[in-house]
T-cell receptor
Framework: DVKVTQSSRYLVKRTGEKVFLECVQD?????MFWYRQDPGLGLRLIYF???????EKGDIPEGYSVSREKKERFSLILESASTNQTSMYLC?????????????FGPGTRLLVL | GENVEQHPSTLSVQEGDSAVIKCTYS??????FPWYKQELGKRPQLIID?????GEKKDQRIAVTLNKTAKHFSLHITETQPEDSAVYFC????????????FGKGTHLIIQP
């Protein structure tokens, strides 16, 4: 059974703070993704990575960066948090193979920026 | 890039009736179309998916149809039950496999007892 975990379920930060969101998967998946979920907007892709130290911009990368130092861990970084980054953040992973694009999601981190 | 439109945003059906959710996509190179179900406070879970080499796929009460020419795909749930109440998201890949998914904005399905 695929397990994707995120470091926090709820997080409250102040404007201007540097924020780290961590995601870990235990299935040796090559691909990892960060989405944000907002009411009425669905899930939007922020960044993804298809290998260690590799990263690609998604649809809304502004204000975010990522780090993939180990295969199982993908971090989302908010360099200077702003109130419009208040959202639910979902991490996902997938692996090339028979189910090439099937993504497995973590439980989400609900971030509030004050 | 890919653009996915999903309708309706809210759907209310009587228990036992069928529900249909429709999506359209823009990128003709997309070839993978999953559907995710998200219950309140939980993570999205894959419920069914379809690839471009087939037109229909069924799994018990759930079916998905794909029309590649028209670039639309639909989720069909028959004999709806209270536990089907959730938000459903359609998605399409960006044609590159590992390039992430583009999601629709979601449909809130409400099953009326």
């Amino acid at each position: 059974d695929v397990k994707v975990t995120q470091s926090s379920r709820y997080l409250v930060k102040r404007t201007g703070e540097k924020v780290f969101l961590e995601c870990v998967q235990d299935m040796d998946h090559e691909n990892m993704f960060w989405y944000r979920q907002d009411p009425g907007l669905g899930l939007r892709l922020i960044y993804f990575s298809y290998d260690v130290k590799m990263k690609e911009k998604g649809d809304i990368p502004e204000g975010y960066s990522v780090s993939r130092e180990k295969k199982e861990r993908f971090s989302l970084i908010l360099e200077s948090a702003s109130t419009n980054q208040t959202s639910m953040y979902l991490c996902a992973s997938s692996s090339p193979g028979l189910a090439l694009e099937t993504q497995y999601f973590g439980p989400g981190t609900r971030l509030l920026v004050l | 890039g890919e653009n996915v439109e999903q309708h309706p945003s809210t759907l209310s059906v009587q228990e036992g009736d069928s529900a249909v959710i429709k999506c359209t996509y823009s990128d003709s190179a997309s070839n993978y179309f999953p559907w995710y179900k998200q219950e309140l406070g939980k993570r999205p879970q894959l419920i069914i998916d379809i690839r471009s080499n087939v037109g229909e796929k069924k799994d018990q009460r759930i079916a998905v149809t794909l029309n590649k020419t028209a670039k639309h795909f639909s989720l069909h749930i028959t004999e709806t039950q209270p536990e089907d109440s959730a938000v459903y998201f359609c998605a399409a890949d960006s044609g590159g496999g590992a390039d992430g998914l583009t999601f629709g904005k979601g449909t809130h399905l409400i099953i009326q007892p």
